[in-house]
């Protein structure tokens, strides 16, 4: 194994690193003889790179990487930097002081200010470095102990020895903090830049897009995860324009891809059939079809209806944050339906939709986090090997879980409490040999706390508004979710039998290989019809709670039935956007 | 404005005869008056009290994004007499502004301040204690005032800081005053500072008596004005460090026939720091000054500007009417020109548009300080504080 560290762009443009050594020397509360904003003005990492002798490597991984190094430097890097001191000691000594103790001179402590310019060089460094890279998390450096072994310090004052001393002294004593303290929050800063879409977006607008373009064509071999869509179109087929696609940040925690047309096409077919209970799945090259259960997903359903002209079905889990509000905005719009807000949350729902969030990275070992993307295009080196002649997508129908400890997903998780809700999940995989994944999946996004609420239930109101018919005009295909809750009695009737039921289903045609369409369809149909049951006896329930609040049955009967109750004076998810 | 300890501190100086204007310390006392006045900042309020001649209590609660505050107390041997309450008090007792300069007082003989009881001697020193603290930081504040004989003076003053370097810090001052010149010797325990100062009075020795008892032209000629001269000198054991610095001022005395005006000259030769000021009280209402500072080693130069307005109430008219009928050979109850200030004003301006505005004065039984800094050049955040503290005392 070899690291390769690459010492030459480092000294190539120091301007950015110069201006965050300004803020971070600016940043503490300097010592009272600096009586001016310290201004780095030359920075030169030298051309010899320091030693590192790697000592202990604790873990590795494509993205990910920590270990300990012995770092020894004995480089020609330089440090110019300005400011302005006070040459009066009196003047500082009593700056520091409570006035009620101080002798107050008459001026004698009048100030000098002086211009002065450090230069710090022959730097001599050897210490025990600890590095942790994630791309997700930046570049932590750590120094064990105090690395600065000696420096020299040539200033303005050379030639009075008292002043050279004491600056010398001053100036370690400061470096030693900025190696220990600054230094480490600089270089984290300055790799979550590098990496990270949050600080990136931070950055200036111009900055922006420049990366953008820049990373857009100089990536050969195209990933999709990675690099904005090429042919990106919305939910409509309409061609994203440039500013759009850049709105769809490059981001490697959240990976994005959008659909080519054709394969939207395919999918609201595919989705299509899902509805019509159809045993027609289109062609869809690549693909796994998986069943998900569990609430997770409930959000970003909702999510992903409404906002579909942009990042169809791309998914930024960073904009929980804009999700919580808008749903909280909803409920405290809504109509106010007891029935709903009060049910608890362990309903469930028929997603299709969700479907189309795929593990594309399922399979990556170093991916933990789910991430629900359709990698339609395929990837170049990999194409030709994981063709496969025909397409053998099948679906599994799997026990839902539950759980709404904040974790992060674990396919070992037990289920802590099962739901009655079956989803389909369509994965599709670039090199994906077809594999009927079990998972009893606790996929639960850090925002799980705000499922627990009024506005949980909302938002679960929301992911239901794309409904069968809506979904085939105005929304992608996928959009079929439908709200299914019940009363607890109900719930733990019904959960013996449907957590029995979609065992069974899920224990016999699910080895990989071995499933076909038939039998994907006739989980999927199980499963559908476990739903309607479910939901039938839901809405009964639903009723028969009303009338046990003294609310007429009828009323709802009359406004279109109970079927529209629960729709009834909620504004379609898309306007509520 | 005072705070009322120093009020209290400022009244034992003056029932114990001690001079605060003739040191080196107070050379330029006018000048920084005028121009280095402090802007509240938030909201402070003071309630005090001057329970007993020799106790005082006094308690502050300020504001300025946290909630602090301060409790002290105050002892003092000698009982004062001055009136504290703020409903009645010499408004400019509290307010330092323009500052008339005395004759040199001659120093007190020492058997006069001796008392004897039944062939005992028994009297004592004056003494002042004093000691504050302030919450939530736990700084305590400690000051013991001596007056060792009638020309001296120790002063001792410590605060203790958790965070400071040593936990705090003691100053002992030891002030000789003889009248025509004054020294003093100090130390300070933080990194072992001693310092010594000088000032010298020329002109008439207020301790030899006129040999002539009769008011002859010379001697009213004589004190028309007082010059003096003076110097410090302070060197730090701990950090071998030191500082100089010289002063000269000349100030007219009341019986200057003109305005009064008093005009400094004070010199830092290591540093190269020149520093002249100048103020005028153009009028009973209005002191000017200005102060100009040079380095000539860095050729830094600055300008001050400052004024004080004080503010006179009128006198009521319900009352005039009567004043008028008096005939004028009777006595009028002349009120002094203290009681019947109301409200000064004090600004200052330097060359780089930063502005100071203060305006002290009472309302009712309050004594209050408004005041504002100001910042020309930053056009987004002009005002930089502002401030007012309410003082009640009884």
């Known amino acids: ?577 | 404005m005072l705070d009322f300890m120093d009020h209290v501190q400022q009244a034992f100086y003056e029932a114990s005869h001690w001079n605060l204007d003739n040191s080196y310390g107070s050379l330029n006392a006018t000048a920084r008056a005028l121009l280095d006045f402090q802007t509240p900042r938030g909201l402070r309020l003071q309630i005090s009290s001057l329970a007993a001649p020799n106790f005082a209590t006094s308690y502050t609660l300020g504001s300025v994004g946290v909630v602090d505050g301060s409790v002290s107390y105050l002892y003092s041997s000698l009982p004062l007499t001055r009136s504290f309450r703020s409903s009645d008090l010499h408004l400019n007792h509290v307010i330092r502004g323009y500052r008339h300069l005395l004759d040199l007082r001659r120093p007190d003989e020492k058997w006069w301040w001796e008392v004897w009881h039944g062939g005992r001697r028994i009297d004592r020193r004056d003494t002042l204690l004093y000691g504050r603290i302030y919450l939530p930081q736990s700084t305590l504040e400690a000051l013991y005032l001596r007056r060792l004989s009638p020309t001296r003076q120790l002063k001792i003053s410590a605060v203790s800081d958790s965070s400071m370097n040593h936990g705090g810090t003691i100053l002992a001052l030891l002030q000789n005053d003889y009248g025509k010149y004054s020294t003093e010797y100090m130390y300070s325990t933080d990194s072992a500072l001693m310092g010594i100062r000088g000032l010298y009075n020329f002109g008439v020795d207020p301790r030899v008596k006129p040999s002539k008892p009769s008011n002859s032209p010379d001697i009213t000629e004589q004190n028309n004005g007082r010059f003096s001269a003076g110097a410090e000198l302070y060197y730090g054991l701990l950090n071998k460090s030191g500082g100089i610095s010289t002063g000269l001022r000349f100030t007219t005395l009341p019986n200057h026939t003109g305005f009064p005006y008093t005009m400094t000259l004070t010199m830092n030769p290591l540093m190269g720091n020149l520093s002249s000021t100048y103020a005028v009280k153009a009028g009973q209402n209005l002191a000017l000054c200005s102060r100009f500072d040079f380095n000539f080693y860095s050729y830094e130069s600055e300008l001050q500007l400052g004024c004080e307005l004080w503010r006179r109430r009128n006198s009521s008219a319900d009352v005039e009417w009567t004043r008028k009928k008096l005939r004028p050979d009777w006595e009028r109850a002349n009120v002094t020109s203290d009681d019947d200030v109301s409200g000064v004003l004090k600004a200052h301006v330097d060359q780089n548009c930063r502005i100071g505005l203060l305006w002290e004065g009472r309302i009712k039984e309050l004594l209050f300080s408004l005041g504002t800094s100001l910042d020309l050049k930053k056009r987004e955040q002009i005002f930089r504080a502002v401030g007012i503290e309410l003082q009640y005392s009884s």
């Open chain 1, 1 to 577: 194994m070899a690291f390769n560290f690459n010492w030459s762009p480092l000294i190539a443009d120091t301007s950015r690193a110069r201006d965050m050594l300004t803020a971070a020397l600016n940043k503490s509360p300097k010592p009272p003889i600096i009586v001016d904003d310290i201004i780095v003005n030359e920075l030169n990492l030298g051309s010899t790179p320091p030693e590192l002798e790697i000592l202990e490597i604790g873990d590795l991984a494509e993205d990910r990487f920590r270990g300990i190094f012995k770092m020894s430097y004995t480089g020609d890097a330089f440090l110019t930097l300005k400011t302005k001191v006070q040459a009066n000691p009196l003047n500082t000594y009593l700056s520091a002081k409570p006035d009620f103790a101080s002798p107050q001179p008459l001026a004698a402590a009048s100030g000098l200010t002086i211009p002065l310019q450090i230069t710090l060089s022959d730097i001599k460094l050897s210490g025990f470095v600890i590095l942790v890279f994630s791309k997700q998390k930046g570049l932590t450096l750590v120094f064990r102990n105090d690395p600065l072994e000696s420096l020299k310090v040539s200033s303005t004052f050379d030639s009075i020895p008292f002043v050279r001393d004491y600056l010398q002294k001053e100036i370690e004593g400061q470096l030693r903090v900025l190696f220990m303290e600054d230094l480490p929050a600089i270089i984290h800063r300055l790799s979550l830049r590098l990496w990270s879409p949050e600080f990136q977006e931070l950055e200036l607008e111009k900055e922006e897009e420049e990366r953008l373009d820049s990373s857009r064509y100089t990536t050969v071999p195209v990933d999709p995860l990675t690099t904005p869509p090429q042919d990106a179109v919305d939910a409509f087929g309409n061609p994203l324009d440039e500013s759009q696609i850049s709105d769809l940040s490059l981001d490697p925690t959240e990976v994005h891809a959008s659909f080519s047309q054709k394969n939207i096409l395919r999918l609201a077919a595919l989705s299509g059939s899902n509805h019509t209970l159809s045993l027609f799945t289109p062609g869809i090259r690549d693909a796994v079809f998986r069943a998900w259960t569990g609430p997770s997903e409930r959000l970003e359903a909702g999510i992903n209806t409404p906002p579909l002209t942009l990042s169809s079905l791309s998914r930024i889990q960073s904009s929980f944050g804009s999700i919580k509000s808008h749903a909280s905005s909803v409920a405290s719009d809504g109509t106010g339906n007891e029935t709903v807000s009060s049910r608890p949350s362990l309903s469930s729902y028929n997603s299709v939709t969700a479907g189309l969030n795929l593990g594309a990275n399922r399979g990556r070992p170093t991916r933990r986090r789910k991430k629900r993307v359709v990698n339609l295009r395929k990837d170049r080196t990999e194409a030709e090997s994981s063709e496969l002649p025909t397409p053998a997508p099948s679906a599994s129908v799997s026990e839902a879980t539950e759980s709404v400890l904040p974790e992060e997903e674990d396919l070992d998780t037990p289920p802590k409490s099962p739901t009655r809700g079956t989803r389909f999940e369509l994965d599709i995989r670039e090199s994906a040999p077809v594999s009927n994944e079990i998972l009893p999946s606790v996929e639960i996004p850090t925002s799980t706390p705000i499922l627990s609420g009024p506005p949980k239930s909302k938002s679960r109101k929301e992911t239901s508004r794309p409904s069968v018919e809506k979904s085939y005009t105005s929304r992608p295909p996928l959009a079929h979710t439908r709200l299914q809750a019940t009363s607890p009695l109900l719930r733990s009737l019904s959960f013996d039998r449907i957590s029995s039921l979609s065992a069974s289903s899920s224990k016999g045609p699910l080895s990989p290989n071995s499933c076909s369409e038939s039998t994907s369809g006739g989980i999927l149909e199980q499963a559908w019809m476990q739903k309607m049951a479910m939901e039938i006896a839901r809405k009964v329930q639903h009723e028969k709670d009303r009338v046990a609040r003294g609310e007429s049955p009828r009323k709802a009967a009359a406004t279109g039935g109970m079927w529209e109750s629960d729709e009834v004076g909620e504004a379609p998810p898309a306007y509520v956007a």
